[in-house]
């Protein structure tokens, strides 16, 4: 009987994001600091949707990791798999808040520190879906345990998921970053990835034509690609292309998490049975809900409004 419906596994942080709207980190003068990093959001948003998940990941052990066990635990997140280094303090990222891409920095310590015996095979065995980041991967030892621990979830018959949210900030050697996403893509996981993060991992501007292929070579049969105002294209092994247009928005007050929250609404709908345009549709309602709301998202989210 699988009891848990989505392992994320990857960075823990904390967010500081910037109080002033469209305003550069240099004259950024007040932070506001809330619980992230890509596979947290999506345990945090899933747990909101009503699933169970789980958070491998660490922290510090310091004031930051104590508020990120608190928020975890507020959320309904199992936080029985979250290391605590004494070594290396919390990691931390100040970013700006934007209606376009943000601008970040990043000062990493023990978002890396995973190890195999947090993620146990029994609690692989109870699992619906087994969930990265390109981020998590860029550093050891959490780039051996998450790769590892996926190759033994697909043995197990676990859905692997990656959101390949590249950035040559946190992982400057692209070539590597190239080989380690095609071992774990070896794996057919769903794959999730923004124009912004194309553009990143090539250095230059791709076609969606090369996009989908490269990747689908690599072993991934559905692939998602976001492009923000101009909508989402999913390219499927089996179904092809289907295009959906961006679902208009009056304001957009935060773009913070809102590839997780997208993510997270088109793992819901995979999870619930539903088809790839239904997932889009969900996921996209899910990404909506959140660029008008700054931090997380918010408590009041009728289940029903999504998948209606």
Known sequence: MKTIDIICIGEVLIDFIGHEMNTSINRTKD?????????????????????????????????????????LKHNNVLTNHIGKSELVPTSVIFVS?????????????????????????????????????????????????????????????????????????????REEAKEILKEYLSNNPL?????????????TVKSEDYIFEYFHNLGAKTICLTKGKNGVVVSDAVEGLIFQKAFPIDEVKDTTGAGDA??????????????????????????????QNVGRLPDNIDINTLVS
């Open 31 to 71: 932070y506001h600091r809330f619980l992230g990093g890509s596979p947290t959001n999506v345990a945090v948003n899933a747990s909101r949707l009503g699933l169970k998940s789980i958070l491998v990941a660490s922290c510090g052990q310091d004031g930051l990791g104590d508020y990120i066990i608190r928020k």
């Open 191 to 203: 794959v999730k990835l923004s124009e912004d993060d194309c553009y990143r991992l090539f250095a």
């Open 262 to 291: 997208f993510w997270t609404g088109f793992l819901y709908a995979q999870l619930n049975g539903k088809n790839l345009e239904q997932s889009m549709t969900i996921a996209q309602k899910l990404a909506a809900i959140k660029l």
């Open 97 to 173: 808040k934007s209606s376009e891409t943000p601008e970040f920095i990043p000062y990493r310590q023990a978002d890396c520190e995973i190890f195999e015996h947090q993620l146990p095979d029994e609690i692989l065995e109870q699992s619906k879906i087994f969930h990265t980041t390109c981020f998590a991967l860029s550093k050891n030892p959490a780039r051996q345990t998450i790769l590892n621990r996926a190759k033994k979830a697909k043995e197990l018959g676990l859905q692997l998921s990656i959101d390949i949210n590249f950035s040559e900030r946190i992982w400057p050697n």
